[in-house]
């Protein structure tokens, strides 16, 4: 979800506290308003909860990934992968 949707929503809500709009029609713009910022806060924190699951997990691969072990020949002194 875009980033700009809860200021829309916000600026809607302002304009309603500037210009009153009666009956209903007042009524329904603003509960749209509030529920789309408070669906986009919850999106957003959803976002970000995924982000850290999925910098946990990339750790947890890497921690597990075999590390190549190096086998030196004998008074050569060089390393070779095995």
Do not use: Q, Y
Request: net charge positive.
């Amino acid at each position: 979800m875009a980033k700009w949707i809860p200021l829309t929503a916000l600026f809607g809500l302002v304009c309603l506290m500037v210009i009153p709009t009666p009956g209903v029609i007042g009524i329904l713009i603003g509960s749209a308003c509030a529920l789309a910022i408070i669906v986009s806060a919850i999106v957003m924190m959803i976002d970000r909860l995924a982000g850290r699951l999925a910098r946990r997990l990339e750790r947890r691969k890497l921690r597990r990934a075999p590390k190549p072990r190096l086998g030196v020949h004998a008074n050569s002194g060089i390393a070779r992968k095995i």
